[in-house]
């Protein structure tokens, strides 16, 4: 058990181009949470997964952003046509359904 | 709505002190937990406490505890012994109701920096 992954740690882009983030969690866990977290804030979550169903999003999650789970194993985020308000942490966070979720280090965008 | 209120901005406390991190809630609903996240520089969220709102006792982990007000909807951390170790950003958190897979709701944090 290596705990929860995230790729890459950070990542420059321009505005407009799309950027596509992966989240690796705990073998065991079927649950999985992608959160957004913007410089002195607590994070802000954006989405939900149980297995591979996506069963919960934010308002937060335009319709610029999508997530995936599709073998209920990893799951990717991608942000289309970036915009510098995007430029923020995103965690991941995978979870057994018991006991407190497990986070990774996240992925610090920065749009420029 | 549920909300997390988190009142301190920044802490400095001297090394081997005990310090306190506040933390006020709001919710309706009887089930909940409450979480405490540590966030060093490095970035990772990791969790150092729960407590269950149907838990009589308040949860202790080491060298951290929870001091849980029910009635006015607190639930305060306490570190004895401070370590430098110990400097990074503290977030209260909260899920409701507990048993469900929902979301957790973070406040906005305390950075606390221990002087050696």
């Known amino acids: 058990d290596t705990g929860v992954s995230q790729d890459p740690r950070h990542k420059i882009t321009k505005r407009g181009q799309n950027v596509t983030f992966r989240c690796d969690p705990i073998s065991e866990h079927n649950r999985l949470y992608w959160y957004r977290q913007t410089l002195g804030q607590g994070p802000e979550f954006l989405t939900y997964f149980q297995n591979e169903a996506q069963l919960e999003k934010s308002r937060l999650l335009s319709d610029r952003f999508s997530a995936e789970r599709p073998k209920g194993s990893f799951s990717t985020l991608e942000i289309q046509r970036t915009e510098q308000g995007d430029s923020a942490m995103y965690l991941c966070?995978?979870?057994?359904?018991?006991?407190?979720?497990?986070f990774g280090s996240g992925t610090r965008l920065t749009v420029v | 709505a549920q909300k997390i209120t988190q009142t301190q901005p920044g802490m400095f406390v001297q090394e081997k002190e005990a310090v306190t991190l506040d933390c006020t809630y709001d919710?309706?609903?009887?089930?909940?937990?409450l979480f405490w996240y540590k966030q060093p520089s490095s970035g990772e969220m990791i969790f150092l406490i729960y407590q269950g709102s149907y838990d009589e006792q308040n949860a202790t982990e080491g060298r951290y505890s929870l001091n849980f007000q029910k009635a006015r909807k607190s639930a305060n951390l306490v570190i004895s012994a401070s370590q430098l170790g110990d400097s990074a950003m503290y977030f209260c958190?909260?899920?409701?109701?507990?048993?469900?897979?929902?979301?957790?709701?973070f406040g906005s944090g305390t950075r606390l920096s221990i002087r050696p």
């Open positions: 966070a995978s979870s057994s359904g018991t006991g407190a979720d497990t």
């Open positions: 958190a909260m899920r409701e109701p507990y048993s469900s897979a929902s979301k957790i709701i």
């Open positions: 919710t309706s609903d009887q089930s909940y937990g």
